[in-house]
């Protein structure tokens, strides 16, 4: 594991050790980070919401369009392992579609 690096504060009080995330150990092993690196997480993106009844998903075919409750160009909503963390925006780029995070939403205090 490696050393904690130390980061003063300006007004005086206790410095606080902090692990070095960015350094290799020694023996050539990942840092601590990297032992997230085989994490899955369930990222989903919400472009909006609808209620259809059965008989209208039935008919649903290739040509189909399904109106949802938001606008073009809201913000869309992003959800890690079920539980939304941010909002964001899509975009094109080289002609595949992606989500830029506008806004981190803030935990919830239980």
Known sequence: MPEPTTIPSPDGPSPVGLPDFGAQSAAGTPSAIGLLSDVSLQVRIELGRTKM???????????????????????VDIYVNGRRIARGEVLVLNENFCVRVSEIIAPIDA
């Open 53 to 75: 009844l059965v008989e209208d998903v039935l008919k649903l075919n290739a040509d189909s369009v399904v109106e949802l409750d938001k606008a073009a160009g809201d913000p």
